[in-house]
């Protein structure tokens, strides 16, 4: 089992600044990819970045130029840096695991983008 810890979000102001971290209860060195969902109530998770074992990012349409992914395989972490936020970012952000052996999530961290 693995357990992911999000933290980092909140109430911001259009325009403004979030990093939202998810720390890993394993080591991420190896892992297949993390990722950044975000889902709206009664809606589909859609994915916002990935990172790779490799080091290689995607992003949704919607965020690139805005947000940035990355990890940091000593503290078994991953960020989401998110610059020049809109009121349409405003949803429940989960951090998403996929190791060789199972597919995990968190449990959630939610944004707010609004004046």
């Known amino acids: 089992q693995v357990q992911l810890v999000e933290s980092g979000g909140g109430l911001v102001q259009p325009g403004g600044s979030l990093r939202l971290s998810c720390a890993a209860s394993r080591s991420i060195f190896s892992i297949d990819a993390m990722a950044w969902y975000r889902q709206a109530s009664g809606k589909y998770r859609d994915l916002v970045a990935q990172?790779?074992?490799?080091?290689?990012?995607n992003y949704a349409d919607s965020v690139k130029g805005r947000f940035t992914i990355s990890r940091d395989n000593a503290k078994n972490t991953v960020y989401l840096q998110m610059n020049s936020l809109k009121p349409e970012d405003t949803d429940v952000y989960y951090c998403?695991?996929?190791?060789?052996?199972?597919?995990?999530w968190g449990q959630g961290t939610q944004v707010a983008v609004s004046s």
């Open positions: 998403n695991a996929r190791y060789g052996f199972g597919d995990y």
């Open positions: 990172i790779t074992s490799g080091g290689s990012t």
